[in-house]
Nanobody
Framework: QVQLVESGGGTVEAGGSLRLSCAAS????????MGWFRQAPGKEREGVAH????????VYVDSVKGRFTISQDNAKNTIWLQMNSLKPEDTAMYYC???????????WGQGTQVTVSS
């Protein structure tokens, strides 16, 4: 039993920053991998950033490397996505996810909208 709730989305100008939060409940062993996905209208959902909560190992899609940072709290019940130097192409619905690995997520949040204006 894992539940995920995202927050922190909004509208920002290009070059600006946002920080997304994901509050997690349920056994940590059921969500050893947690991450962020995004989906823009008419496009396929893509993984953005992932973290293995027990090791701290992170994975990023190339398009956000150097701009986005995924992190977690000490209790391993919250993850954040710090997004800097935002671009219009970052506009999407962002979803928090959790599971056994970043390739097999089982649990999903409801999403939070990020809009970057040009």
């Amino acid at each position: 039993q894992v539940q995920l709730v995202e927050s922190g989305g909004g509208t920002v100008e290009a070059g600006g920053s946002l920080r997304l939060s994901c509050a997690a409940s349920g056994y940590a062993s059921s969500r050893r991998a947690m991450g962020w996905f995004r989906q823009a209208p008419g496009k396929e959902r893509e993984g953005v950033a992932h973290i293995y909560i027990f090791s701290g190992y992170t994975v990023y899609v190339d398009s956000v490397k150097g701009r986005f940072t995924i992190s977690q709290d000490n209790a391993k019940n919250t993850i954040w996505l710090q997004m800097n130097s935002l671009k219009p192409e970052d506009t999407a619905m962002y979803y928090c996810a959790a599971g056994g690995s970043h390739l097999e997520y089982r649990y999903w949040g409801q999403g939070t909208q990020v809009t970057v204006s040009s």
